[in-house]
């Protein structure tokens, strides 16, 4: 119904912004990754919407990017994940590391992230799986993620701590042009060792 939004940012609280468009103010609900980035911005900005309509009220979902929007529909698609739930894991995980994880059924990755128990995990793999494979290539940056998931996970089945291993690799990978999960695992671990 309502596509996407521009306008100037009139004010900001704790999980929403609002939209100032042509003297009317849109209260947005938005994850923390768009506050952030909406924090210094001056002028207009844009930002694509869901509308979530209730029989008590109607709310504005908003996301810097169609890939996230993208994602937040098919999160909101599982059983028993609502629109807050929704915003709330992909306030806490990198939208390509989320992809991956729901690929590669990883529950251990998707269970820390607060708000998403056992049961949940379960069901964004069985019912997102096939679906995010289909659209995949049209997440920036897949085929390197997906590599570098690999080598972190092959880091710390090694016993690094997993931050520690992330960082790691994805300082490497920038520096690579066509890594393989073999190159990446032995630049971190040199990487680490410094």
Same mark, same amino acid.
């Given at each position: ?23 009317? +103010? ?5 994850? $923390?990754?768009?506050?952030? &980035? @909406?924090? =210094? %911005?001056?002028? !207009? ?69 607060? +708000? ?5 995990? $379960?069901?964004?793999?069985? &019912? @997102?799986? =096939? %679906?995010?494979? !289909? ?60």
């Amino acid at each position: 119904m309502i596509s996407h939004i521009c306008g100037e940012v009139a004010h900001q609280g704790e999980g929403f912004i609002v939209i100032d468009v042509g003297g009317i +103010g849109y209260h947005v609900n938005v994850g $923390k990754p768009t506050l952030q &980035e @909406l924090a =210094d %911005k001056k002028g !207009k900005v844009k930002l694509f919407t869901y509308l979530n309509v209730r029989e008590d009220a109607l709310t504005l979902y908003g996301f810097t990017s169609e890939n996230e929007l993208e994602m937040f529909k098919l999160l909101i698609s599982v059983t028993r994940i609502g629109p807050q739930t929704a915003l709330n894991i992909m306030s806490q995980i990198r939208l390509e590391e989320l992809a991956v994880a729901i690929i590669h059924e990883d529950e251990k990755v998707l269970t820390r992230i607060s +708000g998403v128990g056992q049961k949940n995990a $379960k069901r964004l793999i069985l &019912e @997102l799986r =096939d %679906k995010i494979k !289909k659209k995949m290539e049209s997440f920036k940056g897949y085929p390197q993620s997906s590599i570098n998931y690999d080598a972190v996970s092959a880091l710390t089945a090694l016993g690094f701590p997993e931050k520690r291993a992330q960082e790691a690799v994805e300082a490497v990978s920038q520096r690579m042009k066509e890594p393989t999960v073999e190159a990446l695992i032995k630049a971190a671990l040199l990487k680490i060792k410094e």
